[in-house]
């Protein structure tokens, strides 16, 4: 009887390790393939709900969270990074920002930094956005003030619906579906090339798109120094409050938004989630979509450069088509110039012909 025992509990320790090991089989199967996206949510004490949605959603990504200090274990094999101190008192260390500089070298990664206005404690989360672009080296800054819109918002200024309709034409594709998003209190977003800051909503960089802007009644307000960089106090204007820059060398993308796809009060990805009747009903916006599309297109870097030439392609061909053209008309002018001149020709070449002629016969003559 000892014996029958024996065995029916050994057969049930082994279905059970059978079953955990079958289990953690398909756990590991589940996640080949899948692109990893590490969110460095630092300081969050809690689950965000915006982040939960996006786990849910968006079943095609292995979601990697990180609340505390950055290493370089959270990223092996990470295709995208999405930086945001949720803890805005915080800020990246020396040794976090080589971490990021050295995963960024592998090439072929997407890095999503998120800023915030100069509001309250928000303004923290500026100066360490810039810290962190600065030291990878990129041409994006956050601004430090903040852009509302008394124009385009969801009942109140600061609650900024961005727009979609005057993304640059190279990266239209990442707005595909979107008209507007949530950018809850956002800093516009700059440039800084060649140690002065630059006006994105007035020029255009090289490698930088324009994606997201405020509507024409975009006002800039200050609540604390410093001041911003290029702007005036209550300018109005269109300002860019999400940008992309392209790193050609080791094809890299970084995003760079004026608030965050998660956390700092209403993310921008699914804000109806929160407050179900204002962004799902009486102000619906996109986020949702516009986050997946940015994912999407920033993992698979090669499609994104491809399609980004694009334009740039047609342009070039376009203007060779048009000095075919131009070459065109100078032809059919020269020809209808001639056949314009052909009687004239005629007189001449028998003119010409009449004095030869003369010419020969005189010879014969003699």
Sequence with gaps: MYKYG????????LTLLLA???????????????PKIVVWLKGAMGADLHYQAAVNDLTQYEWYNVTGELTST????????????????????????????????????????AGDSDYGTDRFRQPTANYLLEGIGSKLRVDVCEVTDTKSNAGESYRVLGLSDKCDEEVKFLVAGVNRALFHGPAPIIAYVNGEYVRLNEKKIENVYRVMWTSDEG?????????????????????????VELDPVNKNLIVVSGDG????????YKPELRKPDRYGVEYPQQGATLLANILSWGISIDEFIKQASLPGEISNLQNQVNSLQSEVEDIK??????????????IGGLIVGLIIGFAVAKYIIK
Excluded: C
């Design 20 to 34: 955990a090991v079958n289990s953690s089989i398909m756990a590991f199967a589940q996640t080949q393939g899948k």
């Design 219 to 243: 006002t800039i307000e200050e609540f604390n120094e410093p001041f911003s960089y290029v702007y005036e106090l209550n300018e109005q204007g269109r300002f860019v409050v999400l940008a």
């Design 333 to 346: 002018g020269q020809l209808s110039q001639a056949q314009s001149m052909q009687p004239i020709y005629l």
């Design 261 to 268: 796809p998660f956390d700092h009060y209403t993310g921008m």
């Design 74 to 113: 959270d990223l092996v094999n990470a295709s995208a990074l999405i930086v945001i101190m949720v803890d805005s008192t915080m800020n990246v260390t020396e040794d976090e920002l080589n971490v990021i500089k050295n995963w960024l070298s592998e090439g072929h990664k997407l890095i999503w930094v």
């Design 6 to 13: 024996r065995i029916l509990g050994m057969t049930l320790l």
